[in-house]
């Protein structure tokens, strides 16, 4: 099952793809959706759409995991980082994959075994489990790949999930 992970952000968006082949699961991918802090914020979510749009088509997977959204002491951050959050979810909607939603905690736990792990010990442990020959950069494209490696590694059965309709 191929398993695409998404950090949610409106500056930069990262992402990253994994492979789950029986109990094994292979690194595909990964990399970052940035946007210009100079466009109207519209434009950047429209890129924004557009770009997850285009890595779904890429990369065809039969899951996404995105992390969800948690408390962000600036409220203006947190409208952003939701509005951004909002069309990426409508670009999985329109292509009709399942999806599945883990908390930052929950994906440092699973990672690291540690729920308030720095994002330096979640690169590390991503490049260690996916046996990369560097750390995944920028650390939204490593936290992407933790959720996606979440995602993998949670024992649910992701083929009973009803596929969003169109």
Same mark, same amino acid.
């Given at each position: 099952?191929?398993?695409?992970?998404?950090?949610?952000?409106?500056?930069?968006?990262?992402?990253? $793809?994994? &492979?789950?082949? #029986?109990?094994?699961?292979?690194?595909?991918? @990964?990399?970052? +959706?940035?946007?210009?802090?100079?466009?109207?914020?519209?434009?950047?979510?429209?890129?924004?759409?557009?770009?997850?749009?285009?890595?779904?088509?890429?990369?065809?997977?039969?899951?996404?995991?995105?992390?969800?959204?948690?408390?962000?002491?600036?409220?203006?951050?947190?409208?952003? $980082?939701? &509005?951004?959050? #909002?069309?990426?979810?409508?670009?999985?909607? @329109?292509?009709? +994959?399942?999806?599945?939603?883990?908390?930052?905690?929950?994906?440092?736990?699973?990672?690291?075994?540690?729920?308030?792990?720095?994002?330096?010990?979640?690169?590390?442990?991503?490049?260690?489990?996916?046996?990369?020959?560097?750390?995944?950069?920028?650390?939204?494209?490593?936290?992407?790949?933790?959720?996606?490696?979440?995602?993998?590694?949670?024992?649910?059965?992701?083929?009973?999930?009803?596929?969003?309709?169109?």
């Amino acid at each position: 099952m191929r398993i695409l992970g998404i950090d949610p952000g409106y500056g930069i968006v990262g992402y990253g $793809v994994v &492979e789950k082949l #029986g109990n094994k699961i292979a690194y595909v991918s @990964h990399g970052a +959706i940035k946007t210009e802090k100079g466009e109207h914020f519209e434009d950047r979510l429209d890129y924004i759409y557009n770009q997850v749009n285009e890595i779904i088509e890429k990369y065809n997977p039969e899951l996404v995991a995105i992390e969800s959204l948690y408390f962000y002491k600036n409220v203006k951050t947190a409208i952003y $980082v939701g &509005e951004a959050r #909002g069309v990426i979810l409508l670009a999985i909607k @329109h292509s009709n +994959i399942p999806f599945v939603e883990f908390t930052p905690h929950q994906v440092k736990l699973t990672v690291t075994g540690y729920g308030r792990a720095e994002k330096t010990q979640i690169q590390k442990v991503m490049k260690i489990l996916l046996k990369l020959n560097e750390i995944p950069k920028p650390d939204d494209a490593a936290d992407a790949l933790a959720i996606a490696w979440c995602a993998a590694v949670s024992g649910s059965d992701y083929s009973s999930y009803k596929k969003n309709t169109k």
